[in-house]
């Protein structure tokens, strides 16, 4: 809880955490709140009585309008930043360097040429620049011409300014990391935009052998596994199940040599 939430409950005469409220003050001395208010300690915390209104108001910190002005606070990841951007490659790049799309408040733009239309959102960096490889061992060499690449860079994609730009797509193919994570990017581009669908190859026993990523717990598998349920994704979901593992987007990649 914030600092100026504190104050507020203290006002409405609503029980509060004193430890917690204390490590928010700006204070050297923690027993400096004592000349400001008198506690009492009731079921739940305890009720403080303000002793002196002119030092209790000026402990309200000015909220922050935007993330500049929220780190001269020092709390700027309260905030999202006021720009936002995604790489795309297509057909009409040269030399596998994508095009910039910048969405900010306004909207969004971009200079480089768009496909438009059709959209493969593939979520890491190795596939996205590999992604005429990546596209060919799913199944769906054709989507490489057909479509904008969108690098969506973890839960990067996921910002609510690049929400203009992914809504100008008729159908947006979304290629995840099968792990929780991944899973829940997918869950939460479709909850805002409806033509996203889940892009895999068809029959994952081909690639039974590369679930190599463990999870962290039985817990988070079994939450990957019934989100997978959850999202019509049965063939993911029991293959996660029988592996126990999860399987890194990087995978389904052929395994490239460089001189």
């Keep these: 809880m914030r600092l100026n939430q504190y104050l507020q409950k203290i006002e409405q005469g609503k029980a509060i955490k004193l430890e917690c409220f204390i490590t928010c003050l700006p204070f050297s001395d923690p027993q400096q709140w004592r000349d400001i208010y008198q506690a009492e300690r009731v079921r739940g915390g305890y009720l403080l009585d303000i002793i002196d209104v002119d030092k209790h108001q000026a402990l309200y910190k000015t909220i922050a309008q935007d993330r500049v002005e929220a780190a001269y606070q020092g709390s700027s990841h309260d905030f999202t930043t006021s720009f936002s951007h995604i790489l795309v490659l297509n057909q009409y790049c040269v030399s596998q360097i994508p095009v910039v799309v910048l969405s900010t408040n306004s909207g969004f733009k971009c200079a480089g040429k768009l496909l438009g239309k059709q ?141």
């Design 119 to 259: 959209a493969v959102i593939i979520e890491n960096q190795e596939n996205f620049y590999r992604y005429q490889d990546f596209l060919a061992a799913i199944g769906v060499p054709n989507y490489a011409d057909d479509c904008d690449i969108l690098l969506g860079a973890g839960n990067q994609i996921c910002h609510g300014l690049n929400r203009g730009f992914l809504a100008t797509y008729d159908v947006i193919y979304c290629a995840q990391d099968l792990d929780l994570g991944g899973l829940t990017i997918f869950q939460t581009l479709r909850k805002t935009l409806p033509q996203c669908f889940w892009l895999a190859p068809n029959d994952w026993a081909k690639y039974r052998e590369q679930f190599k990523l463990l999870p962290k717990n039985a817990t988070q598998l079994a939450k990957a596994i019934q989100l997978a349920r959850d999202l019509g994704l049965s063939q993911e979901a029991d293959t996660m199940n029988q592996t126990r593992a999860f399987l890194e987007q990087e995978a389904l990649l052929p395994i490239f040599f460089q001189d």
